[in-house]
């Protein structure tokens, strides 16, 4: 059974950063895509960064290329979200997701983490 535990949401400044984490197990997910959906009050869900485990490629949401940055620690089965200058329109609940057919399917995938709240407010 997938489970994927998110971790290191919180209230942060505009400006600011937060790091998210997703510790994933029971599967093996060398040919899956793995990343973040958000999900904001009154707004569509957005996949906002996805990592291929099998060669390491990235997408980003144009909303944040070059604030952004996810990452795998395949030794611990965790994809890490790091967020820097994070801005009021960041706020969101963010979900980790796995999915075998690729990263813009992300959010149609059946392998759910609980959600973090990302509050960016001064």
């Known amino acids: 059974q997938v489970q994927l535990v998110e971790s290191g949401g919180g209230l942060v400044q505009p400006g600011g950063s937060l790091r998210l984490s997703c510790a994933a197990s029971g599967h093996t997910f060398t040919n899956y895509h793995m990343g973040w959906v958000r999900q904001a009050p009154g707004k569509e869900r957005e996949v906002v960064s996805c990592i291929d485990v099998s060669d390491g490629s990235t997408y980003y949401a144009d909303s944040v290329k070059g604030r952004f940055t996810i990452s795998l620690d395949d030794a611990e089965n965790t994809v890490h979200l790091q967020m820097n200058s994070l801005k009021s329109e960041d706020t969101a609940v963010y979900y980790c997701?796995?999915?075998?057919?690729?990263?813009?399917?992300?959010?149609?995938?059946?392998?759910w983490g609980q959600g973090t709240q990302v509050t960016v407010s001064s």
């Open positions: 997701a796995a999915d075998p057919r690729g990263c813009l399917e992300l959010d149609l995938s059946d392998h």
